[in-house]
C-alpha cells in the first residue's frame, strides 16, 4: 500500500471519528433540551396545582372561620334565649304568687305555657 493510501485512510478514519463525535454530541444536545423543556413544563403544572392548592386552603379556611362565627352566633342566641325563658318563668312565678286566684301549683299554668309554645312553632 502506498503511502498516500494509508494517509487517506487515516483521514478518512479521523474525519469519521469527528463526524461521529459530532453528531453523539448533537443528539446529546438535544435530549438535554428536550429534558430541561419537559421539565420547564412539569414546573409550571406544579406551580398551577399549587396555586389551585393555595386557593382551595384559603377558601376553605374562610369557610371554617365562617362556620365558628355562624356557631358562636349560636351559642350566644342560644344563651340569651335560655336567659330570656328563665326570666319568662320568673315573672311567671312571680305573677302566680301574686294572683289571689292562682293556687300553689303551676301545673295547669304549664300546660297552657306548652301549649301556646307548640302553636306558634306549628
Do not use: C, F, W, Y
Not at 393555595?54 to 372561620?65: L, N, P
Not at 342560644?78 to 301574686?98: G, I, K, W, Y
Amino acid at each position: 500500500m502506498s503511502t498516500g493510501a494509508i494517509v487517506a485512510i487515516v483521514v478518512g478514519a479521523i474525519v469519521v471519528a469527528v463526524l461521529v463525535i459530532v453528531a453523539s454530541t448533537a443528539s446529546r444536545r438535544r435530549r438535554l433540551e428536550s429534558r430541561r423543556a419537559e421539565a420547564g413544563s412539569i414546573r409550571r403544572q406544579a406551580e398551577a396545582s399549587s396555586l389551585a392548592a393555595e386557593g382551595a386552603r384559603a377558601e376553605a379556611d374562610e369557610r371554617a372561620a365562617r362556620a365558628r362565627k355562624a356557631e358562636a352566633e349560636a351559642k350566644e342566641k342560644l344563651l340569651s334565649a335560655e336567659h330570656a325563658s328563665s326570666q319568662a318563668r320568673e315573672q311567671h312565678e312571680r305573677a302566680r304568687s301574686v294572683d289571689p286566684d292562682t293556687g300553689d301549683t303551676a301545673e295547669e299554668e304549664a300546660r297552657a305555657l306548652h301549649r301556646n309554645a307548640g302553636d306558634r312553632v306549628g
